[in-house]
């Protein structure tokens, strides 16, 4: 089981919210009388964070999504030690290093290359450190030729993509990040994009605060949506991307999405019955699933009989399937009156960790009947850890090794 490097523990956080103040004489002479005074306590705080608690592995891709004003921010600052939580524990192992504002420290009458070791010494690195990496943060920043103009010379997008190719020569166990991709133009993104890629692949610990739906589904492995200072979904980021747009339907969209989703995750059951699926179960391990159906005959004989089944993701779409008629080595299966019999299928387990719906169909007489079709029998809840894809197929992987002069 993989390390918790990010503990936090119903962290609540509330800020004071500066008053009204007296402008006139009139107004101070007002006020002292006891008029224009707040309500109450309330008017005076504003709870940004109310009980977050959560988990994060060593190295997870971590996504924080929710929308503006609902704390996220203020949850990777406590996360940083920029600020202090009202009540709550956080704990982290490792070197924790927050690219939250960039740019912090620059100063504009400085040249671009003291700015480099300016910044360098707030990230904790020696002049001897940035000597070694200077030129790799200029090649990075695509600014060689500015680098001994002054920063109030430099546009946004330079002083940002400056910024950035410091903060990343830290050696860090765990990056925070917040709005990062959006650094730079197109290019620079792009530039950006391979550097996250190179984290995700060397397993860093990396939690991402954005609103971009792309980067989730493509970086994260598990994400959390907070509205309103609380945590409303926790799970794995396809499905967080999806929470995180329900928060911006109204009521009426939320309770026709909802009624529509009760109606599809309902079974649905046809055929004649003269054979039923009377049970059902479904074991999964890291390595196969194992379905297994219990059929029971009416008071009549069949023969060919083909029992098939359906794995689907939470969109409907069909992902695994199989028939013991169509298999490789087919499986044939009859029935007396009244005889009960047990079907068994083994199949690698090559699903993401995720949850499926399975449904079945039951028919005899090499499909001319149709005794039992049912739909949405049951949902799979397959926990496999470490599993980016939809599908993991069951490739076989040949590695070879070719000396130098071997062309």
Not at 6 to 20: G, V
Not at 159 to 170: P, T, Y
Not at 172 to 186: F, K, M, P, R, T
Not at 222 to 239: L, N, S, T
């Amino acid at each position: 089981m993989s390390e918790v490097v990010i503990s936090l523990k119903n962290i609540k956080k509330k800020f004071k919210l500066e008053q009204h103040k007296s402008s006139s004489v009139k107004e101070t002479v007002i006020s002292g009388f006891g008029f224009n005074k707040p309500n109450s306590d309330r008017a005076k705080t504003h709870q940004v964070l109310n009980g977050v608690s959560l988990e994060i592995k060593k190295g997870e891709f971590f996504g924080v999504l929710g929308k503006n004003g609902s704390g996220k921010s203020t949850l990777l600052k406590i996360l940083s030690g920029i600020y202090q939580p009202t009540t709550g524990r956080v704990e982290t192992k490792g070197k924790l290093v927050p690219f939250i504002e960039l740019g912090v420290g620059f100063k504009q009458n400085l040249s671009g290359r003291d700015n480099v070791y300016l910044n360098g010494a707030l990230l904790g690195f020696s002049r001897v450190e940035i000597d070694k990496k200077y030129n790799e943060i200029v090649k990075f920043a695509e600014l060689e030729k500015f680098m001994d103009q002054k920063l109030k010379n430099y546009s946004s997008g330079m002083k940002v993509r400056l910024a950035f190719s410091v903060a990343i020569q830290a050696e860090a166990d765990i990056l925070v990040l917040d709005e990062i991709l959006a650094v730079g133009d197109a290019a620079f993104q792009k530039k950006c994009n391979e550097y996250f890629k190179t984290l995700k692949d060397n397993k860093k610990t990396v939690i991402l605060v954005t609103h971009s739906m792309k980067a989730v589904k493509e970086f994260c492995n598990r994400a959390v949506v907070i509205d309103e200072g609380k945590i409303i979904f926790e799970g794995e980021a396809d499905q967080a991307a999806d929470e995180y747009l329900n928060i911006f339907e109204d009521d009426e969209q939320k309770k026709e999405k909802e009624e529509k989703k009760e109606e599809e995750a309902e079974p649905e059951r046809t055929g004649d019955k003269a054979i039923t699926i009377h049970r059902i179960d479904v074991k999964s391990t890291n390595d196969e699933i194992r379905i297994l159906a219990e059929l029971k005959a009416s008071n009549k004989s069949f023969s060919n009989i083909g029992l098939g089944f359906r794995i689907e993701d939470v969109n409907g779409r069909i992902l695994i399937g199989a028939n013991n008629m169509n298999i490789s080595k087919p499986v044939s299966v009859n029935m007396k009156p009244n005889e009960r019999k047990t079907i068994e299928f083994i199949l690698p387990n090559i699903l993401a960790n995720n949850t499926y719906t399975i449904s079945c169909t039951l028919t005899s007489g090499n499909g001319t009947f149709t005794h039992d079709h049912w739909r949405n029998i049951m949902s799979i809840e397959n926990k496999r850890e470490n599993v980016w894809y939809p599908l993991v197929a069951p490739a076989k992987v040949i590695v070879k090794t070719s000396l130098a002069n071997d062309d």
